[in-house]
């Protein structure tokens, strides 16, 4: 055999033409591509109605920092706080960098390594081999390998890599529009309790003096003792009302600061003693569904878990043909450290290799078949993901426009209640009425005023819950670079 065959002779333009030829077939049989239809997005709204308070234009809602519109300074501080301090958000932006290493890890994977080995060794053989001697070897060496990608295997694991970047980032939008709304909807939730409370201790403090009045009414004759037992136990009832909304609204300042990552107790002092207050906006910005809904996170996220799935298709497929390799090394070996240096110490070796599965059953290929069969689940989900988005925001226009009429209806009762008390004390200070009336009007006063409080702050948490579905104020950064990966 010829030891001088030089390096392209006919087993490595053999490798190489089979190489070639394999790779022709890459382009018709890895076909993983996917395909999404946004038919089912409607250009309008169903429920949007007539009313001026939306303002439809081009405005990006996901980037709309919604809750300034409340105009509450304490309010946009406790967004901020949260951001900042969430574990949530904390634990997202970790899952960002997990996956941005991952994505360069794989980057690489299609490039030559290169490795360095240093290594001695010593031997003894046997006197029955008829040697009987000691032997010592020292080597340095360089090695090098390199895949070539045929069929498109590493560049579908980078895609594969490059849209779970994205699926993490959408991901950490969903928690920040999570987080956001959820911070409002339990400020908005402190805020009606605690006018709930002042409208209850007001109450009381009405039906406290009609008990002292009818008592005294009692002494001399002019009211029953069933009538004044009848007051005490609903001023009783009233007052333990009000001890369990003072704890509903501690509960609520603990769940803030559970979401501000805050020590128990912090929120309160911020709080308990603050004068702001709510104003619902005078417009609500809302776009058409195709430009709105398919920007969701949630919607992002099936989205790039479909891209996921699909370069996944692709890997799978690549494994069904041959790879196609190169290795080589070069270095230095003697038998004594001095003679490293020497000429005659030197050696390389290069190889290329083809190898390529022949027969496993269909193993492959059902890899293959149930890999599709993932990315197909992963469009229906994809598809649901958007026509549950398009569901929840009609449901949030349903309500919060319902809300809005109860609040046009309310508005002249409660005027028609104002005037009725006015006319009822002018009455009493005349002795035309007993202090009774006095009361009773007060108490329907009092009940309309609750019901008021009770719809405006439930047309607030709707322009939150409408905000929320539509994926908005997610965005301080939304691209991969700005995530700090030192």
């Known amino acids: 055999m010829n030891q001088n065959l030089p390096l392209f002779k006919s087993p490595f333009v053999l490798l190489l033409m089979l190489g070639v030829s394999f790779m ?10 996917y395909r999404t239809t946004n038919d089912h997005a409607p250009t309008e709204w169903a429920y949007l109605g007539e009313d001026k308070n939306y303002q439809v234009s081009t405005t990006d809602i996901t980037k709309l920092e919604w809750w300034r519109s409340f105009e509450d300074p304490l309010l946009v501080k406790l967004i901020e706080e949260g951001l900042e301090s969430n574990y949530d958000i904390a634990r997202a932006t970790n899952r960002i960098r997990q996956a941005q290493e991952a994505l360069n890890s794989v980057r690489v994977d299609k490039n030559p390594t290169l490795d360095t080995n240093i290594k001695t060794r010593k031997s003894t053989s046997s006197e ?35 849209a779970n970047v994205q699926l993490e980032i959408a991901a950490m939008n969903g928690v920040k ?7 409002a909807e339990s400020y908005i939730a402190f805020r009606a309790t605690k006018d709930d409370i002042n409208l209850n201790q007001e ?10 009045l009818a008592e005294l009414e009692t002494q001399v004759g002019l009211e029953s003792i069933d009538q004044v037992q009848k007051a005490k136990i609903q001023l009783a009832n009233l007052e333990t009302n009000i001890i369990e909304k003072k704890t509903r609204l501690k509960e609520t300042l603990l769940a803030i600061d559970l979401l501000l990552g805050a020590k128990p107790g912090e929120t309160l002092n911020s709080l308990d003693h603050s004068t702001s207050s709510l104003k619902l906006p005078s417009t609500i910005a809302i776009s058409i569904p195709a430009d709105t809904i398919l920007q969701r996170p949630d919607i992002q996220e099936a989205l790039r878990r479909l891209q996921v799935e699909a370069a996944k298709v692709g890997v799978a497929e690549a494994q069904r043909y041959p790879t196609f390799s190169f290795t080589g090394s070069i270095g230095l070996e003697a038998l004594a450290i001095n003679s490293i240096g020497n000429s005659g110490a030197n050696f390389s070796t290069i190889q290329a290799s083809l190898l390529a599965p022949i027969f496993n059953s269909g193993a492959l290929k059902a890899n293959v078949n149930a890999q599709v069969a993932t990315r197909e689940a992963a469009l229906e989900i994809y598809r649901k993901s958007v026509a549950n988005g398009l569901n929840e925001t009609e449901q949030a226009l349903l309500n919060l426009n319902s809300i809005k009429e109860r ?20 009455r009493y200070e005349i002795g035309l009425v007993s202090f009774r009336e006095v009361l009773k009007s007060r108490e329907e006063l009092n009940s309309l ?25 997610w965005a301080y950064e939304s691209e991969p670079a700005n995530i700090q990966t030192n």
């Open 449 to 473: 005023k609750q019901k008021q409080s009770s719809l405006t702050f439930d047309e607030l948490q709707g322009v939150t819950q409408l905000y929320k579905v539509l994926g908005g104020g």
């Open 177 to 183: 529009i999570t987080l956001i709304s959820t911070i």
């Open 407 to 426: 609040v046009k209806t309310i508005a002249p009762a409660l005027q028609l209640s104002r005037n009725n008390v006015d006319l009822t004390n002018s």
């Open 128 to 162: 029955e081999s008829g040697l009987g001697r000691t032997s010592s070897v020292i080597t340095t060496q360089f090695q090098t390998s390199w895949e070539l990608d045929l069929f498109g295997k590493f560049k579908r694991n980078t895609e594969a890599a490059e």
């Open 24 to 33: 022709t077939l890459s382009c018709a049989s890895n076909n993983s591509e």
């Open 203 to 212: 109450a009381a403090e009405y039906l406290r003096s009609y008990v002292e």
